[in-house]
C-alpha cells in the first residue's frame, strides 16, 4: 500500500492542480493543508479525491503530536504570495518559519520535502538566474515576499539541507484555478477579463529607457509544466537541489496580451497606464530561467509555448461553458 502524500496550499493555485495530477496518476491518499476563510477558494477542490483536510495550524499540532505516522512526501506550496505584501512579521512567520519547521520534520521522518521557492528571490536579476545554491548569498529581492522565501533558500544551503531535499524557483506561472488569487493572478486572467469588459488589456508603462512601455519582459511557464516538474521530484526522491522552474525563454507583456487577444479571435487594443507607486523600484523588468540544471539531471518534457498555453488556458478554462 502507498504511503500517504501531504500537499500544503492544496486549495491554491499550483496546489491544487498539482492534487489533480496526484489523483490523475492514481494517488488518492492525500493529506490536504490550507486555509480555505471565507472566500471561494474552496470551490478549487471540487471533484478532487483526497482522505483529509486541516489547516495549516492543525497540521502542524498533528505532526507535533506525532499523528502522521505513514507519509511519503511532503509537497510544500502553501504560503502567502503577494508581493505587495507588507506585514514583514507575518511573512516571516508564515512563509520562512513555518516552511523551516515542516521541513525539520520532514527530514527527521525521512520524508520527502519538496517546497516552492520563487524567481522573487532573485531580485532585478542583475546577477542572472542561475539556480545555484552557491550564488545564494549575492542575491537581493525586491520585496518582502521575495525575501521571505530567500531565507528558508539560505536556510537549507547552510544546513546542507539539499543534499535531501528539492526546491523549485517558480517563475510567472499561469493557469487554471487561479480565479481566487485576486490581483495576484495572472496577466492572461487579468487579460481576458479586460478584453471582455472594455476590448483592451492595460500594461505598465515602462520607466526604463532601455525597454518599451508593454515590452517588459517575463519568463512565462503553463502551470500544467510547473506541476509535471513538480512531481518529477516527487517520483525520483533521489534527485536533490534547487532548481529554477520556468519556460527557459523571455516574452514581452505585449506578447502576452498578443496571445490572449489571438485565443480569444479579437483584434488586438492595448492601453499603456501608469505603473502603481507601490510597484515603481521593486518591479522585474526581466526574467528567464536557465533550465540546463533541471535537464542535467534528466528531465526531458518539452515545455508549452507561451502560445499555446494561453490559447489552452482561454478555450479549456476561461471562455468554457460553466
Not at 37 to 55: I, M, P, Q
Not at 75 to 94: K, V
Not at 214 to 228: H, L, M, P, S, T
Request: aromatic share 12%.
Amino acid at each position: 500500500m502507498a504511503s500517504q502524500i501531504i500537499v500544503t496550499g492544496a486549495a491554491g493555485f499550483i496546489g491544487r492542480n498539482v492534487v489533480a495530477e496526484l489523483n490523475a496518476r492514481g494517488h488518492t491518499d492525500l493529506l490536504l493543508v490550507d486555509v480555505l476563510g471565507r472566500e471561494a477558494k474552496w470551490k478549487n477542490l471540487r471533484g478532487l479525491k483526497f482522505e483529509d483536510l486541516v489547516a495549516p495550524d492543525e497540521f502542524l499540532a498533528l505532526i507535533a503530536s506525532g499523528a502522521i505516522k505513514d507519509a511519503q512526501a511532503l509537497i510544500h506550496l502553501g504560503a502567502c504570495s503577494s508581493t505587495t505584501e507588507t506585514d514583514a512579521d507575518y511573512l516571516l512567520r508564515n512563509n520562512y518559519r513555518y516552511t523551516r519547521s515542516l521541513c525539520e520534520w520532514s527530514l527527521q521522518k525521512q520524508v520527502r520535502f519538496i517546497y516552492a521557492s520563487s524567481a522573487a528571490t532573485y531580485g532585478d536579476g542583475s546577477l542572472g538566474y542561475q539556480d545555484d545554491a552557491g550564488s545564494l548569498d549575492a542575491l537581493h529581492p525586491l520585496n518582502m515576499y521575495g525575501y521571505s522565501k530567500h531565507l528558508f533558500d539560505l536556510w537549507a544551503r547552510n544546513h546542507q539541507h539539499f543534499r535531501h531535499i528539492a526546491g523549485l524557483k517558480y517563475f510567472n506561472v499561469y493557469g487554471p484555478y487561479e480565479d481566487h488569487k485576486g490581483d495576484m493572478c495572472s496577466m492572461v486572467r487579468k487579460g481576458y477579463d479586460q478584453i471582455r469588459k472594455d476590448g483592451r488589456i492595460r500594461l505598465f508603462r515602462s520607466y526604463r529607457s532601455d525597454y518599451a512601455d508593454g515590452e517588459q519582459k517575463r519568463d512565462f511557464i503553463y502551470v500544467r509544466d510547473a506541476v509535471n516538474v513538480t512531481l518529477y521530484f516527487l517520483e525520483n526522491p533521489t534527485i536533490s537541489g534547487l532548481f529554477n522552474c520556468g519556460n527557459a525563454r523571455a516574452r514581452t507583456w505585449k506578447d502576452l496580451a498578443h496571445a490572449t487577444f489571438r485565443a480569444m479571435g479579437i483584434e488586438p487594443k492595448i492601453e499603456i497606464i501608469d505603473m502603481p507607486d507601490v510597484l515603481k523600484g521593486k518591479y522585474q523588468y526581466f526574467t528567464e530561467a536557465p533550465m540546463a540544471k533541471l535537464a542535467s539531471v534528466g528531465y526531458t518534457r518539452p515545455f508549452t509555448s507561451l502560445e499555446d498555453g494561453v490559447r489552452d488556458y482561454v478555450s479549456q478554462y476561461l471562455a468554457a461553458p460553466a
